[in-house]
């Protein structure tokens, strides 16, 4: 069974830069492609990004020019940076893993951007 | 459009069937997933490739499409169904994936 354990800070700054990283437990790095996602606080869901196995991302245009997804040296963890935050990207960063026909996801965690 | 398109919320009654839509141009190109998310809760895959279940999610989650729309029906809908539901897909352009914009379902 996979088990992803997410954590990074959870307030900040306008300006400042988020940093996420999600361990995954019991699963192959070879056989997936790893997954951030964001919903800010009673909105919907929104696709923040993807890195595969041999390290390919993609980004979503609205998002790209200020994010990088990238996989972790011991390859069980991958990372989210957003810099340049502001009060709108206050939300619920989770991670996730998928194969297209299973997925695990994180915990969340809540990311305040507020002075 | 890169947008897809949900009813806001929807209600349905104990043991009932309730289908939930999922509009967009992109959806005649490529597949649709499904989640289910409760309050509190990290959303959770119910219906990956149109029509397909993951292992553990019961049969009484069923999807499908047509044209421009995807569909998710809860056949026999439990208390525990009451919950967010949100398609996924690849926009247009099959660069990126975008989710709809959720429907809430009710369980009377």
């Known amino acids: 069974q996979v088990q992803l354990q997410q954590w990074g800070a959870g307030l900040l700054k306008p300006s400042e830069t988020l940093s996420l990283t999600c361990a995954v437990n019991?699963?192959?790095?070879?056989?997936?492609?790893w997954i951030w996602v964001r919903q800010p606080p009673g909105k919907g869901l929104e696709w923040i990004g993807e890195?595969?196995?041999?390290?390919?991302?993609n980004y979503n245009p609205s998002l790209k020019s200020r994010v990088t997804i990238s996989a972790g040296t011991s390859r069980n963890q991958f990372s989210l940076n957003l810099i340049s935050v502001t009060a709108a990207d206050t939300a619920v960063y989770y991670c996730?893993?998928?194969?297209?026909?299973?997925?695990?996801w994180g915990q969340g965690t809540l990311v305040t951007v507020s002075s | 459009s890169s947008e897809l398109t949900q009813d806001p919320a929807v209600s349905v009654a104990l043991g009932q069937t309730v289908r939930i839509t999922c509009q967009g141009d992109s959806l005649r190109s490529y597949h649709t997933s499904w989640y289910q998310q409760r309050p509190g809760q990290a959303p959770l895959l119910v219906i990956y490739a149109n029509n397909n279940r993951p292992s553990g999610i019961p049969d009484r989650f069923s999807g499908s499409t047509s044209a421009n729309t995807a569909s998710l029906t809860i056949t026999g809908a439990q208390a525990e169904d009451e919950a967010d539901y949100y398609c996924?897909?690849?926009?247009?352009?099959?660069?990126?994936?975008?989710f709809g914009t959720g429907t809430k379902v009710t369980v009377l």
């Open positions: 996730a893993s998928s194969t297209g026909d299973s997925e695990f």
């Open positions: 996924n897909s690849q926009d247009i352009s099959g660069n990126f994936r975008i």
């Open positions: 019991g699963g192959s790095f070879n056989n997936y492609y």
């Open positions: 890195i595969n196995h041999s390290g390919r991302t």
